[in-house]
């Protein structure tokens, strides 16, 4: 498949190779096509696929998931499914440090 132009700002793209990084881990070399005005890189569906396939290989699929903010006593907090716990090597007691990034986004850092 060949794309000449930026979904986002119709820039011109051209064909390169990319580190390909999920979660601050890079998963290799990709063949993308990166746009010359804003950066955007674009992958096709044939590369796409296999992106997904380092992905499952490095157990870092499918790792982003819904949460539900539950309440304990006076506090709220947010449950964490098992497989972004254990990703993250997230423990009952460990200290994390909470901020948000914007009104719609929090950042939890594991110390
Ligand atoms: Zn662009």
Redesign the pocket.
């Given at each position: 498949m060949e794309i000449s132009k930026?979904d986002?700002?119709n820039?011109k793209v051209v064909k390169k190779e990319v580190d390909f990084k999920l979660y601050g881990d890079v998963l290799g070399k990709f063949p993308a096509f990166v746009?010359n005005?804003?950066g955007?890189e674009i992958f096709d569906e044939e590369t796409s696929d296999k992106i997904d396939e380092a992905a499952k290989k490095k157990g870092l699929w499918g790792l982003g998931a819904n949460g539900k903010v539950i309440r304990v006593g006076s506090s709220i907090a947010l449950v964490i499914n098992k497989k972004i716990a254990q990703f993250l090597n997230l423990k009952e007691g460990r200290e994390v440090y909470i901020h948000p990034e914007n009104k719609n986004r929090i950042i939890i850092d594991v110390q």
């Open positions: 930026c986002e700002c820039g746009c005005k804003c955007e």
